[in-house]
């Protein structure tokens, strides 16, 4: 199984310009995609207050949560995510939002993973976290992220605009 190498969370300190304290080892080893793991994403800080009406992804309802690496950057809308900020969007089978259908997952990797599109890493999930499944043909959702780049391919100016922030 791919959890057995899992490795220990190293403590991170995050500022504006990025991530400090800690050395080149922690991006390329805890963003090496046969390690990425998202069971806890539910633990994660959430965008979204309630589901809201998904613009981009077939008129579902959707949430938005951020692992911590991810959730200033989004929450401003702007910069360049740190490596390995994970953010996860659950769809919705309705409105109360309590049945999950699947997830879709966008991760940043190190820098030359696909540099031309923002080194992205696009996938789907289960509710759970932990049936994976890496998009192979990336270019689907490039397509239309990349609508997004001046925010770094993620929507966030659109859906914090919804939430009213
Ligand atoms: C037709 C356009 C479109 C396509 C194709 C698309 N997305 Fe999105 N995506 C959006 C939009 C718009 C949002 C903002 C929230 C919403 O409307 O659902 C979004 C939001 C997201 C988010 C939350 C982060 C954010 O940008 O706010 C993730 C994660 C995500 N998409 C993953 C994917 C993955 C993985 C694929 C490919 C399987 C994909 N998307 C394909 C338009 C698209």
């Given at each position: 199984?791919?959890?057995l190498?899992?490795p220990i969370?190293?403590?991170?300190?995050v500022?504006?310009?990025?991530?400090?304290?800690?050395?080149t080892?922690?991006a390329?080893?805890d963003c090496?995609e046969?390690?990425?793991?998202?069971?806890?994403?539910?633990?994660?800080?959430?965008?979204?207050?309630?589901?809201?009406?998904?613009?981009?992804?077939?008129n579902n309802?959707?949430?938005?949560?951020?692992?911590?690496?991810?959730?200033?950057?989004?929450?401003?809308?702007?910069?360049l995510?740190?490596?390995?900020a994970?953010?996860?969007?659950?769809?919705?089978?309705?409105a109360?939002g309590?049945?999950?259908?699947?997830?879709t997952?966008?991760?940043?990797m190190?820098?030359?993973?696909?540099?031309q599109?923002?080194n992205w890493?696009?996938?789907?999930?289960?509710?759970?976290?932990s049936?994976?499944?890496?998009?192979?043909?990336?270019?689907?959702?490039?397509?239309?992220?990349?609508?997004?780049a001046?925010?770094?391919?993620?929507?966030?100016?659109?859906v914090?605009?919804?939430?009213?922030?």
């Amino acid at each position: 199984m791919v959890h057995l190498f899992k490795p220990i969370i190293k403590p991170v300190t995050v500022t504006l310009f990025g991530v400090i304290g800690v050395g080149t080892a922690f991006a390329s080893s805890d963003c090496d995609e046969k390690l990425l793991t998202f069971e806890d994403w539910r633990d994660w800080q959430q965008i979204t207050q309630k589901p809201v009406k998904s613009v981009g992804h077939s008129n579902n309802w959707v949430g938005i949560f951020v692992n911590e690496l991810a959730n200033e950057t989004y929450r401003n809308a702007g910069a360049l995510y740190p490596v390995c900020a994970k953010i996860v969007k659950p769809i919705y089978d309705d409105a109360d939002g309590k049945s999950v259908r699947k997830l879709t997952i966008m991760v940043k990797m190190p820098d030359g993973f696909d540099a031309q599109n923002g080194n992205w890493w696009y996938a789907t999930s289960d509710p759970s976290g932990s049936r994976v499944v890496p998009k192979r043909r990336r270019a689907d959702c490039i397509s239309c992220h990349e609508q997004a780049a001046k925010t770094d391919y993620l929507f966030s100016e659109d859906v914090l605009e919804a939430e009213g922030k």
